[in-house]
């Protein structure tokens, strides 16, 4: 049986229907969901709620809003991808999460998929949540009586799981306001162009030129949830940016991480894999031709 579509077109409107009809589901690009519920396609069929309520026309969840020049960014869940790496303000302020977007499934996926619909699927292979972690992002959870905004490391618990409570949805992702001469990058291995990552690791970087100031590092792809490193991120935060220092914090970083050996890659290729992206993203982000769109 076909599952009952609604439109709301207020926030307040979709809770109300979502606290009204046990198992509804939200949905905005349905790239994920859609594919579930389909039959004939590997675990589809299997996740046929009783009702689907679109936030495709709930104008605040469709916006991206700066308080002030220069200040927090708040963007909307129902966003689409693509217009979030167009967007100048994210260009200019969140280059890691605009590679991570670039890198996302297809072009076409991009138009329609969002990046509430990233973080809600709540894989441990998103690419949009490492990004969004070293930058300190929190998710914005509107419920039947209140608002509040968690940290999204904390937002997603496990495999598929997140802290939504029942009736709630996620309305916004906020970013505060960038320290002047940060620098920040995404990598991610895939096996194929428009693979699932095998592993992917964020890193915001500020220095004084030599020495270490501030940093951290977020991987996905590596545990049940994406993680910060903060073993490699103390040993590395006040420390000159030599070749040993970057090892030693390479090595910590393959100790912190907890991946699977599955058909895509072995546990043991993945721990290499962060040690490696972590030297290639610090000796990025200390080259002073590399191109950041978002220094300052």
């Known amino acids: 049986m076909s599952p009952r579509y609604h439109m709301p077109r207020s926030v307040s409107e979709a809770v109300e229907i979502l ?5 509804a589901l939200p ?16 675990g589809g069929g299997q996740d046929v709620p009783p009702a689907l309520v679109s936030l495709r026309h709930i104008p605040e969840l469709a916006a991206i809003e700066e308080s002030d020049p220069g200040g927090a960014l708040r963007i909307g869940a129902a966003v689409p991808l693509r217009e979030v790496a167009d967007n100048p303000t994210v260009k200019a302020t969140l280059p890691a999460l605009v590679e991570a977007i670039e890198v996302f499934g297809s072009p076409q ?23 969004l972690i070293a930058y300190g992002a ?20 496990g495999p598929g ?18 320290p002047t001469g940060e620098r920040s990058t995404y990598l991610r291995q895939g096996r194929v162009r428009m693979d699932v990552a095998l592993v992917g690791l964020a890193t915001r970087l500020a220095t004084d030129g030599v020495t270490c100031v501030d940093i951290r590092l977020a991987a ?17 935060r006040g420390s000159r940016l030599d070749p040993d220092t970057v090892a030693r914090a390479a090595a910590r970083a393959e100790a ?11 546990e043991g290729y993945r721990r290499h894999l962060i040690g490696v992206f972590l030297r290639r993203s610090i000796a990025r982000l200390t080259d002073p031709v590399s191109p950041q769109e978002g220094s300052s």
């Open 161 to 178: 799981r997140t802290a939504l409570a029942p009736g709630e949805i996620v309305t916004a992702v906020t970013v505060g306001p960038r």
């Open 220 to 236: 996905g792809a590596v545990g049940p949830t994406p993680l910060r490193l903060t073993a490699a991120e103390s040993l590395l």
């Open 256 to 266: 912190e991480v907890s991946p699977i050996t599955d058909i895509r890659a072995s």
């Open 19 to 23: 606290s009204s009809v046990p198992g």
């Open 109 to 131: 996926i991009r138009n329609v998929a969002t990046l509430g619909g990233n973080l809600g699927n709540a894989s441990p292979a998103a690419d949009s949540a490492p990004p």
């Open 27 to 42: 949905i905005a690009g349905g790239t994920d969901i859609m594919v579930r519920m389909r039959p004939g396609v590997p």
């Open 138 to 157: 929190r998710v914005e959870i509107t419920g039947p009586d209140s608002t509040r905004r968690v940290p999204v490391e904390e937002f997603l618990t």
